[in-house]
């Protein structure tokens, strides 16, 4: 394929500080793709490739309840231990980029994002002088928008604050680019009202766009169902009941809702793989660096997490599950692991994440629990509940109680979403719970740990903006109220 996307950005030099710290360098003199397709092979290989061989964010799962801490005997391959490089992450640390040892593991979250938001605000910029078909052009635009939709929703659940409907007008978001090439400006931030209003208008636009051109993509680039299933998602996100239950609806009805009987998937094949019919779109690194390890030290699944699943629940079993199974390792004894990853992809290798019908009947049932339809969130529980147990385990829900029926919607978010980069958002925007992680120092004396507690509605539920970020950009808001957060001693 024809990397036409080194010559629109050769003038840039990718991911470099510039005047405001995280935007891309572009000359408008630089020669510009002529063709629709031009433009489609950029959105390829300066989206897709680069998300999909970049494990971006990969620490958001080391904050949540979801993992555990294990330290064990050093292996004959080395001594690594990846839980260095998210230490400041499990340990909500004020700045989270120092690790143990006190060395720095840069942030690239920020300018992952932000590098996908200029490069599709110059591919818009463009598009509509380009050679091609209207379907196609539209095509383009829409999955430019979608991308573009995503980047702003990831970034401002990342650094910027909870999203509740009395504050977000005020509360402190992320900065809006809407540059296509250079310019001598610094950057502040909107407000979380401001970011999650361009969110809703570019996915609305996605989708009308994607619809315009026929919506042919396949489930390997963003299409109007998966832009619909995004939208319901930021709907539910910002209390919207009724417009994240009508979304959800759409995608269901649209695509059929397809759910995966897990009975039917064998132990040596993955979740995400070619015959999953729930994958809508699929996207981003196949890893689980801090999860799912041959290193001495990394974060499992929690007890806790695992001990909200039921038995009979295809999608844990210590043996067999196909979300979290435990399995023998000569190098660190037995742990548990992710085992949802990988998705097959002809051109650009293996995914570990998706959009699905899945999250369809949860944000339904979400969105129909905090509603006077509030039963009818158990129809949708069921639905799914039916394709995750074995036949003799299953038993329909009969919940009546709407606090019982909003809290078992949160556990089955839980259980379902495990390692997706799920959780702390979730956490985020219900009631910020207070968390205890350990942290062991000797792998020769399991009783040698630090202690650190995350409070109820820490402050630290939001992200600090990397340093390199704030270094090269002195007027953009940093969020301080972060706490040091030393270890408490162990008793």
Not at 115 to 126: E, R
Request: with cysteine; aromatic share 14%.
């Amino acid at each position: 394929m024809k990397k036409i996307y080194l010559t629109l950005l050769a003038a840039a030099s990718l991911l470099a500080a510039s005047c405001s710290g995280f935007l891309e360098e572009y000359s408008q003199d630089e020669i510009r793709p002529k063709k629709v397709s031009d433009y489609s092979e950029l959105i390829n290989g300066e989206i897709y490739d680069k998300q999909n061989n970049v494990n971006h964010a990969a620490w958001l799962d080391a904050m949540t309840d979801d993992v555990d801490d294990l330290f064990s005997r050093p292996s004959f391959l080395g001594n690594s231990d990846v839980r260095a490089a998210a230490f400041g992450y499990y340990t909500w640390q004020a700045n989270p980029e120092y690790t143990y040892t006190n060395t720095i593991s840069a942030d690239g979250t920020w300018a992952f994002f932000y590098h996908q938001i200029l490069t599709v605000n110059m591919i818009l910029d463009g598009i509509d002088e380009a050679e091609g078909t209207e379907a196609d052009r539209q095509t383009v635009i829409g999955e430019a928008l979608a991308i573009r939709a995503y980047a702003y929703f990831m970034l401002v659940n990342i650094y910027g604050e909870p999203y509740d409907p009395a504050t977000a007008s005020s509360a402190m978001g992320v900065p809006v680019n809407d540059l296509v090439g250079a310019e001598n400006r610094n950057f502040h931030r909107a407000s979380v009202a401001d970011i999650y209003a361009i969110i809703v208008d570019d996915l609305k636009n996605a989708i009308t766009a994607l619809e315009a051109g026929g919506n042919t993509n396949k489930i390997w680039r963003w299409n109007a169902q998966s832009a619909k299933l995004l939208l319901a998602r930021t709907y539910l996100f910002m209390q919207d009941w009724d417009n994240a239950a009508k979304m959800s609806t759409e995608v269901i009805e649209q695509t059929g809702g397809a759910l995966w009987n897990l009975g039917e998937v064998t132990t040596s094949e993955y979740f995400f793989s070619r015959n999953n019919p729930e994958v809508l779109f699929t996207y981003g690194y196949g890893g689980s660096m801090f999860t799912s390890t041959g290193a001495n030290g990394f974060f499992p699944p929690s007890t806790s997490l695992q001990g909200i699943y039921e038995s009979g629940d295809y999608r844990y079993n210590r043996s067999n599950g196909v979300f979290i199974r435990r399995t023998g390792n000569f190098l660190t004894g037995y742990k548990f692991v992710q085992h949802k990853c990988y998705f097959d992809n002809e051109t650009t290798g293996i995914q570990g994440y998706a959009l699905r019908t899945a999250e369809a009947y949860l944000t339904r049932a979400e969105a129909l629990s905090r509603t006077s339809n509030f039963l009818q969130a158990v129809d949708d529980l069921n639905t799914l509940r039916r394709s995750r147990f074995s036949a003799s385990a299953y038993k329909d829900l009969t919940l009546t109680d709407q606090q019982e029926i909003i809290q078992f919607v949160r556990d089955e978010r839980r259980r379902e979403f495990c390692f997706e980069k799920f959780r702390w958002f979730d956490l985020r925007r219900w009631d910020r719970p207070s968390i205890t992680h350990v942290y062991h120092t000797d792998y020769a004396d399991q009783s040698a740990v630090l202690t650190f507690t995350l409070e109820q509605n820490d402050p630290a539920y939001t992200i600090p903006i990397p340093m390199a970020v704030v270094n090269t950009d002195t007027e953009i808001e940093q969020y301080t109220g972060r706490p040091e957060r030393p270890a408490q001693e162990t008793e």
